[in-house]
């Protein structure tokens, strides 16, 4: 799966100036917390991914991220040449989009971590937590899945608190105390890093449906040895 994905992210940046990034780090992780979280307790897995995918956001994950994740991606590849008021309005969407789509997976990054302490969380709860507490505790234990996005920027974009100094050719975040100044250049190579960390989350469901077919697999051919073997007995 690991591979596979490499491949496709690769044939992706040949025509979009996709990022090569954490991808292979991200997959790693995320096989990891699945793989153990289903070792431990599997029916609470999937009564958290059940949740998820019941719930508004799992419909939105559905729905959104090929048509905007692909389409920023191919965006933010061809609009590098030229950074000007029109791309950097266009730019903080993006990051909008993204950071939401990165929130909703992140949740059930969240629940899945949760279940490994001996808490099944249901989703609901999780759903209640802000994007910051969640990042601070992901970022403990798996780094790479919070690593290139920036709660600063994105609550700023989400309250509408930012400032952008088109003489200077920056945009100043704040958020509560919080501030960080970006040139529109690095701004834009921080969404392109955001859209290569999004996309590389969706990775989580499949790895949820490969350990949850594994265990279908095992156990149904543990309850056919074992009913061979009454049936010789």
Known sequence: L?????????????WTYFPRTNYREVSEDLDSLTSAAFAINPA???NLLNEFWGSPDGAVI???????????????GNARRRLDRRLVEKLVETYRELSGMYEKDLRA??????ILVGRATPYSEVMKRPLGLNV??????CPWLTRDVEIVIRNSIAHTTYVVGYS????????????VTVTFRDFFSRCRLLS?????????????????????????????????????T
């Open 62 to 76: 559905v729905r959104t991220p090929y048509t905007i994740v692909i389409r920023r991606c191919v965006y933010l």
């Open 44 to 46: 609470a897995v999937d």
């Open 136 to 141: 601070n505790r992901v970022s403990t234990t």
């Open 109 to 114: 990054v969240v629940g899945i971590m949760e």
């Open 196 to 232: 290569s960390l999004v996309l590389a989350l969706h990775l989580l469901h499949i790895f949820f449906f490969y350990w949850r077919w594994k265990a279908v697999s095992e156990h149904y051919d543990f309850m056919k040895q074992k009913a061979k073997s009454e049936a010789t």
């Open 168 to 179: 200077a050719k920056t945009i100043t975040f704040k958020d509560n105390k919080a501030a």
């Open 2 to 14: 690991r591979d596979s994905y490499r491949d496709i992210i690769d044939q992706i940046g040949r």
